[in-house]
C-alpha cells in the first residue's frame, strides 16, 4: 500500500488549484523626495539646535570682529560694500561649509550613514535635509552682521532684503561642497581641515576687496562659489543697483549650488555602500 499525500487527492478541501495565481506580497509605497526631505530637515534641525548654537555666535562675533579690523583701513565706497557682503557671507560660509564637512566626515567614520541606508529615503533627501537645515542656522547671524556692517560703514540698509535670495543659494552652494569634502574625506581629521581651508579661503577671498588682490588670486575667487553670494549683495549697496548684474551672480550661484549639491549626493551613495 502507497502513502498519497492529502494534497492531491480530488475531493480533498486541500487540494491544490493549479491555476491560481501565487500570492504577492503588497509592498508599501516608496518615500518621495520632499516628504523624505521635509522629515530629515526636521530631525537635523532638532538635533542640531542646541550644539550648533554656540557655534554660529562664534561665526557672528567673527565676522563682525573683521568689520571692526578692517574698519580702521576702508573708509567707504566700493571696499567698505565688499567687506560688509563678504563678512555676511562668511557667517554662511562658517556653518555650511565648515561645519557640515565636520559633521559628514564623523558621520561616515562612526558607521552613522549605515543607519541612513537603512532608511526608506532617497540619497538626496538625506544631503539636502542636512544642508537646509545647517544653512537655516545661518539666517540671524547673517542678518545681523549685515545690518551692523551698514551702520558701522554708513550703508544704506535699504536693499537687505536681498539676503531672502542670497542666504540660500549661497548657503546651497557651500553645504554642497561641505557635505561632498566631509564624504569623500578618507578620514574625519581630514575632513575637518578641508572644512577649515575653505571657511579661510571665503574669508580672504571674501573678505578682502577684489581690487587689491593680484591677477591670480582674482582667478581662484572666481572659483569659489560664496563669491558670487558676495558680489550679488555688494552690488546693492549703490545708490542705483544694476539688477541685471545682481540676478546674474544669483543665477551663478544657483547653477554652482545645483552641481555642488548633486555631487554631494553622489558622494553619500559612494560612501553608503562601502
Do not use: K
Amino acid at each position: 500500500m502507497s502513502v498519497v499525500p492529502a494534497e492531491v487527492l480530488p475531493g480533498s478541501a486541500l487540494a491544490v488549484d493549479e491555476t491560481a495565481a501565487p500570492a504577492v506580497a503588497e509592498l508599501g509605497p516608496r518615500a518621495r523626495l520632499w516628504p523624505s526631505l521635509c522629515a530629515v530637515y526636521r530631525a537635523q534641525l532638532s538635533r542640531a539646535r542646541v550644539a550648533r548654537i554656540p557655534l554660529l555666535f562664534v561665526a557672528t562675533f567673527q565676522s563682525i570682529g573683521i568689520m571692526i579690523l578692517m574698519r580702521g583701513v576702508v573708509d567707504g565706497g566700493a571696499e567698505a560694500q565688499a567687506v560688509v557682503a563678504g563678512s555676511s557671507v562668511l557667517v554662511v560660509a562658517f556653518v555650511a561649509l565648515n561645519l557640515l564637512a565636520q559633521y559628514f566626515g564623523q558621520l561616515r567614520a562612526s558607521g552613522g550613514l549605515d543607519h541612513y541606508a537603512t532608511l526608506p529615503v532617497p540619497p538626496a533627501a538625506v544631503v539636502l535635509g542636512a544642508a537646509g537645515a545647517y544653512a537655516s542656522f545661518t539666517v540671524p547671524g547673517t542678518v545681523v552682521t549685515a545690518a551692523f556692517g551698514c551702520a558701522l560703514f554708513g550703508l544704506p540698509v535699504a536693499h537687505l532684503w536681498v539676503l531672502v535670495a542670497v542666504i540660500p543659494l549661497a548657503g546651497a552652494a557651500l553645504a554642497g561642497l561641505g557635505a561632498a569634502l566631509g564624504l569623500l574625506a578618507p578620514r574625519p581629521e581630514l575632513a575637518t581641515l578641508l572644512g577649515q581651508l575653505g571657511m579661510s579661503a571665503a574669508l580672504l577671498l571674501g573678505v578682502l576687496p577684489a581690487d587689491r588682490m593680484p591677477e591670480a588670486v582674482r582667478f581662484t575667487r572666481d572659483l569659489l562659489p560664496s563669491t558670487y553670494g558676495v558680489e550679488a549683495f555688494a552690488r546693492t549697496f549703490g545708490e542705483r543697483p544694476d539688477w541685471a548684474f545682481v540676478l546674474g551672480d544669483l543665477a551663478v550661484c544657483a547653477l554652482v549650488g545645483v552641481v555642488s549639491l548633486a555631487v554631494a549626493t553622489w558622494a553619500y551613495r559612494r560612501a553608503a555602500v562601502r
